[in-house]
Structure formats: structure tokens, C-alpha cells
Nanobody
Framework: QVQLVESGGGLVQAGGSLRLSCAASGIIFSVNTMGWYHQAPGKQRELVASITKSGSTNYADSVKGRFTISRDNAKNTVYLQMNSLKSEDTGVYYC??????????????WGQGTQVTVSS
């Protein structure tokens, strides 16, 4: 009985920047790893970046040096700062989180997605 809500998508020129946000709400005991996924048109959803509760990060090779993932545990929120955007970054970005909704009971949850369009 939880919800993830993304925001911050939009239209941007190549080389520009966007900042995505995702907030978890509901009855949550703990938030573990959170991540961002990208789904380009006609492609499978792929991991862009993830971050553990303690702050350890992991990035896809295609975004290293350009994107930064961060989180605010007090707000149950994860962010994705996207710089030097390329046309290949176009697509829907989904937030994902492993949430404990009761004692030692966890589930995998997804947001509704937010559209990012990078123009040349």
C-alpha cells in the first residue's frame, strides 16, 4: 500500500540538464535500494543508476560522468541530476524502490514514469 511519484521530466536541447525527483509515500517501514530506469521507444527498460540506503551508487556506462543519483532518506526521495543530455537519453524514466511495508516483508515498486525528450 505505497506509491512512487516521479516529476521533473520535460523537453530539453542536447547538452542541457534536467533534475528528476521520485518520492515514496504510504505505510513504509524502511526504504532500501532506489534506482532510475530508462525505456527508449521500442526498447526494454534498462537500469540507469541505483543508490543504496547508505549512499553507495552504481551507474550504467552510458551515463557515467553525466548523471548523478542522490537520495534524501528523511523524505524517502531519490533524485537524478542529468547533465550533458544527448538525443539517446530520450524516453520514459521510471523510479524503482525496494520497500519494507511490514517487519521483514519487502516488495519491489515502480513509479508511473516521466517523459524526457532531448532535441537536436
Amino acid at each position: 500500500q505505497v506509491q512512487l511519484v516521479e516529476s521533473g521530466g520535460g523537453l530539453v536541447q542536447a547538452g542541457g540538464s534536467l533534475r528528476l525527483s521520485c518520492a515514496a509515500s504510504g505505510i513504509i517501514f524502511s526504504v532500501n535500494t532506489m534506482g532510475w530506469y530508462h525505456q527508449a521507444p521500442g526498447k526494454q527498460r534498462e537500469l540507469v543508476a541505483s543508490i543504496t540506503k547508505s549512499g553507495s551508487t552504481n551507474y550504467a556506462d552510458s551515463v557515467k560522468g553525466r548523471f548523478t543519483i542522490s537520495r534524501d532518506n528523511a523524505k524517502n526521495t531519490v533524485y537524478l541530476q542529468m547533465n550533458s543530455l544527448k538525443s539517446e537519453d530520450t524516453g520514459v524514466y521510471y523510479c524503482n524502490a525496494e520497500l519494507f511495508t511490514s517487519y521483514r516483508a519487502s516488495g519491489d515498486y515502480w513509479g508511473q514514469g516521466t517523459q524526457v525528450t532531448v532535441s537536436s
